[in-house]
């Protein structure tokens, strides 16, 4: 079973958290359509990266998708995974080229230095006209040099554009898809994890609660800034962490790998989410958002793919569902006021 653990270091401005996803990962690539299963080397990245979105979105209190997306330029033009408050997930790729056995991050998306990877936060009450957040960062280091771990473009990203000290270890392969995250929190002690100790919050309570105009409460940078860098616990145990191997990582249970790595730490464990509060596989497409999608491309769009094929046929990247819409679906969908998903007037009653 998936599970997520959260832990922090008594009286150090330290916490991390802890995910493998099993159960829920191989769904995701269960639901890959015959004859389009990722090559392993592309498979594994993306599980780095749902692992990663789990991690983030835990991580916060923010109430919408986050999405983590990298945009290629190699084979693979995009790889993306996203995690919802309730810490379920969807993942997909985008490959073009063949990605070569042993492929690095650099050879399947930054195969010219034009790679990127994005973070989107979009909260799930939008008010008029509110922008979903975003954060870009380039796959390379600051001295340009190209990054071949996931986990370090992560950790540039949360360093850049969130001023947060963040170690992240990520692994995959075809059945677990795992990640730690250790991260330097900005107010010690009391602070810690919102001021709770001991009793761990509830699924229900570590979800809600966007930030001031739906932005998220990453950390609070504007007193964290100076520290970056500086913290002497937080470089102890990042070092441990970054002991750990991608082996170590998908092979051991939780407890032994945090026994491992802490033994003369102070850890305080939270309940762990398991069960029905575990990470899991779930897809947020629908027959309605498809059909928003046509009326974006529309009708005479809509028309001339109904005279080739007879039908118009959407497949989701995400979780293998087709939606087919006839000629008298596309007719209904384009009619103004009849009732059909995606063309309810919100005016109408
Ligand atoms: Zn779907």
């Known amino acids: ?13 330290v916490r991390g958290m802890l995910v493998r996803l099993t159960d829920a990962w191989r769904e995701v690539l269960a639901r890959r359509e015959p004859g389009q299963e990722y090559p392993p080397e592309l498979r594994d990245l993306i599980g780095e990266m749902s692992a990663a979105a789990v991690l983030m979105q835990a991580n916060i209190k923010f109430n919408g998708a986050l999405v983590l997306q990298v945009f290629g330029d190699g084979p693979v033009k ?32 930054n ?38 771990k996931m986990s370090e473009v992560l950790e540039h990203y949360m360093l850049q554009s969130e ?42 309570e ?38 750990l191997t991608a082996e170590e990582l998908l092979t051991l249970d939780a407890d032994t790998v945090l026994r491992r790595l802490f033994w003369e730490e102070t850890v305080t464990r939270f309940e762990p989410l398991t069960g029905t509060a575990a990470p899991r596989f779930a897809c947020t497409c629908s027959r309605e958002r498809v059909g928003q999608m046509l009326l974006g491309l529309g009708r005479e769009e809509a028309d001339s793919v109904l005279a080739e094929r007879g039908e ?22 384009f009619t103004p006021g009849s009732d059909h998903p995606g063309g309810h007037s919100p005016t109408m009653q």
């Open 312 to 333: 118009i046929e959407v497949g989701c990247d995400f979780c293998g569902r087709h939606y087919r819409f006839d000629a008298v679906d596309v007719g209904a969908l």
């Open 206 to 243: 570590s979800a809600p609660l966007a930030g001031q105009a739906g932005l998220p409460a990453w950390g609070q940078r504007s007193s964290n800034e100076d520290d970056i860098g500086l913290s002497d616990a937080f470089n102890r145990i990042s070092i441990l962490a970054g002991t």
């Open 1 to 13: 079973m998936s599970e997520l653990h959260k832990f922090l270091f008594e009286g150090l401005p």
């Open 111 to 148: 195969l010219r230095g034009q790679g990127r990877c994005a973070i989107t936060l979009d909260p799930k009450d939008k008010f008029p006209g509110q922008q979903p957040y975003q954060g870009v960062v380039p796959l390379h280091g600051d001295q340009r040099e190209p990054l071949q």
């Open 78 to 109: 995009l790889a993306v995974a996203e995690s919802q408050p309730d810490l379920s997930f969807r993942a997909t790729a985008k490959c073009v080229g063949a990605v070569e056995p042993g492929a690095t991050l650099e050879a399947m998306v």
């Open 163 to 204: 001023q947060l000290d963040t170690k992240l270890v990520l692994a995959a392969n075809g059945e677990v898809a795992a990640g730690l995250l250790i991260q330097r929190l900005p107010v010690e002690g009391e602070g810690n994890l919102e001021g709770r100790r001991g009793a761990g919050p509830s699924p229900a």
